[in-house]
């Protein structure tokens, strides 16, 4: 059983920025890829950002690519989500996600595992 807890989240104005951190608690985190998530008030969940379970390779959305950076740390279990250039439309409850299987996927359904989000709000 894996558990995720999201921080970091809060209130910033646009063009700031914040860093996301996602703690999991598992035995062997190295075997897991992980993501980040976003949901926006009424929309879909929508893939933000991946990397693989050696960190050797990342993925992004075309609206956060060239502003946002995923990293991993195995040594602390924890994966971030440094987000700057924040706009508006970045506001959304951040998920942190996991699955053994294969990187590379970007539905949701290809993560096994959930943290309960962090909120993000970015004000014009």
């Known amino acids: 059983q894996v558990h995720l807890a999201e921080s970091g989240g809060g209130l910033v104005q646009a063009g700031g920025s914040l860093r996301l951190s996602c703690a999991a608690s598992?035995?062997?985190?190295?075997?897991?890829?992980m993501g980040w998530f976003r949901h926006a008030p009424g929309k879909e969940r929508e893939f933000v950002a991946s990397?693989?379970?050696?960190?050797?390779?990342?993925d992004y959305s075309d609206s956060v690519e060239g502003r946002f950076t995923i990293s991993r740390d195995d040594a602390k279990n924890t994966v971030n989500l440094q987000m700057n250039s924040l706009q508006p439309e970045d506001t959304a409850v951040y998920y942190c996600?996991?699955?053994?299987?294969?990187?590379?996927?970007?539905?949701?359904?290809?993560?096994?595992?959930w943290g309960q989000g962090t909120q993000v709000t970015v004000s014009s």
């Open positions: 598992v035995r062997t985190f190295s075997d897991y890829a």
């Open positions: 996600a996991a699955t053994r299987r294969s990187w590379g996927d970007r539905a949701p359904d290809w993560y096994d595992y």
């Open positions: 990397i693989s379970w050696n960190g050797g390779l990342t």
